[in-house]
C-alpha cells in the first residue's frame, strides 16, 4: 500500500485495513509525506516493548511492516524506517 500524504504538518492516522486477512499476512505501508506527521493507530495495530508503534514520522518516505496474528486479533509491527 503506497500513499502519498501532502498535508500540512498534523496528525496521520493508520486506520483498520479492509478485507479478511490471513494469519501471518505481512502489510508494507510506503508513506511518502511532504511534511512531519504525528501519527496515531487503530487499535488493531501494536508495537512491541522493544519496537513501539511510533508516534512521529518524519518528511520524505517512510516504510511500515506488519503481519498479522489471528490468535491476538492484531497486526504486529516488525519495522519501520524512515527519512528515504
Known amino acids: 500500500n503506497n500513499q502519498t500524504n501532502t498535508q500540512a504538518a498534523g496528525t496521520l492516522t493508520f486506520n483498520a485495513p479492509s478485507g479478511s486477512p490471513a494469519d501471518g499476512?505481512?502489510?508494507i505501508v510506503v508513506v511518502q509525506s511532504t511534511n512531519a506527521q504525528t501519527l496515531a493507530f487503530n487499535a488493531?495495530?501494536?508495537?512491541?516493548?522493544?519496537?513501539?508503534?511510533?508516534?512521529?514520522?518524519?518528511?520524505?518516505?517512510?516504510?511500515?511492516?506488519?503481519?498479522?496474528?489471528?490468535?491476538a486479533t492484531k497486526y504486529d509491527l516488525l519495522s519501520n524506517v524512515f527519512g528515504y
Open 25 to 27: 499476512k505481512s502489510v
Open 44 to 71: 488493531i495495530y501494536r508495537g512491541s516493548t522493544d519496537l513501539p508503534l511510533p508516534t512521529t514520522m518524519p518528511a520524505g518516505t517512510n516504510y511500515f511492516i506488519f503481519a498479522y496474528r489471528s490468535g
